[in-house]
């Protein structure tokens, strides 16, 4: 547990998030929840913790309280479904009444659905894009606005790799993250000069609870070892709230592999398909 000293105020108060109103989606479990602690750390002071699960914001709530150890902190939680617009609508109007804007906002609910395209439902491949693309799209136009009102203001969107390369059995979410990134690249066109930024970050697989959705069962990823630590990413989500960059990959020598498919794609996707499609075939 953290104490914070007069020298630690002091330090918080310089420090790039003192002060800061900060909103960060999908705060229940693994990347959001690291977060939402390292935030913490850097001093962020008004920390909204955004996600469905109620039991587990209040346990994070109590957890940022204690490490914290001082009485200047508002940890906010908001029980919101980010795919259902009328509810993300309600909570920003809320959370701009209370606060009056919001400086950081980092859009990183998300899921995924494994499964070939002709064995899913519809509704599963809706449901992906809604929470993982639209859920995004409306806490973005929820408070965008109010940044661009203010001259201020930095969006982070999480994304993935799946962005960049379409994964055989997360069609539904490679097709969420390719549209969560164009529609950055496209807003951060809209943006220069306004004073408000967008950076989306956008990490190879992570140990986090993800892979627990059930359509994963026996189909669990077996690069293991390439696996990220939480930390990792949520390191490379503080820096991109400060950062000038459109996006950040993790690890960074992943842009090679960026780069070598879209210059290389006959060479590439060749090889990625093969890898990925013997994920599909693993025995149910
Ligand atoms: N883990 C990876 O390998 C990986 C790699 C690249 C990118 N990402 C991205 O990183 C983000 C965070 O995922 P994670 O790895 O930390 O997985 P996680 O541990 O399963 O956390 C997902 C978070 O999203 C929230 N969420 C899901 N649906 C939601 C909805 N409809 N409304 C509000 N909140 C919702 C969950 O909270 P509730 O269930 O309580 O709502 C939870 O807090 C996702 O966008 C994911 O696509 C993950």
């Not at 109590?62 to 939680?77: C, H, K, M, W, Y």
């Amino acid at each position: 547990m953290k104490g914070t000293t007069k020298n630690g105020d002091n330090a918080i108060r310089k420090s790039k998030l003192g002060g800061k109103i900060v909103v960060i989606t999908g705060a229940s479990s693994g990347i959001g929840r690291q977060t939402a602690i390292e935030l913490l750390d850097k001093g962020a002071r008004t920390i909204i913790l955004v996600a469905r699960t109620e039991s587990k914001l209040l346990e994070l709530k109590q957890v940022l309280e204690a490490r914290n150890g001082s009485l200047d902190l508002d940890i906010v939680n908001y029980s919101c479904d980010v795919s259902i617009k009328d509810d993300v609508i309600k909570m920003g109007t809320g959370i701009v009444e209370k606060f009056g804007h919001v400086d950081l906002l980092i859009n990183n609910a998300g899921f995924g659905e494994f499964g070939k395209v002709q064995d899913q439902r519809i509704e599963q491949i809706e449901n992906v894009m809604r929470t993982n693309y639209l859920g995004m799209v409306y806490c973005t136009k929820v408070f965008l606005s109010h940044m661009v009102d203010r001259h201020s203001g930095h969006i982070v969107n999480v994304a993935s790799l799946a962005a960049s390369f379409g994964v055989a059995g997360m069609a539904g979410y490679c097709a969420s993250k390719y549209a969560m990134l164009g529609f950055s690249e496209s807003l951060n066109h809209e943006l220069h000069g306004t004073g408000v930024k967008i950076t989306v970050v956008s990490p190879i697989g992570v140990k986090t609870n993800f892979f627990r959705n059930q359509s994963f069962d026996n189909h669990k990823p077996n690069y293991t070892g390439f696996m990220l630590d939480v930390r990792t990413v949520t390191k490379a989500i503080l820096a991109a709230s400060n950062s000038r960059r459109f996006e950040i990959i993790v690890p960074f020598y992943m842009r090679a592999g960026v780069w070598l498919k879209h210059t290389f794609p006959f060479v590439i996707n060749p090889i990625t398909g093969t890898l990925f499609r013997r994920q599909l075939r693993k025995p149910d």
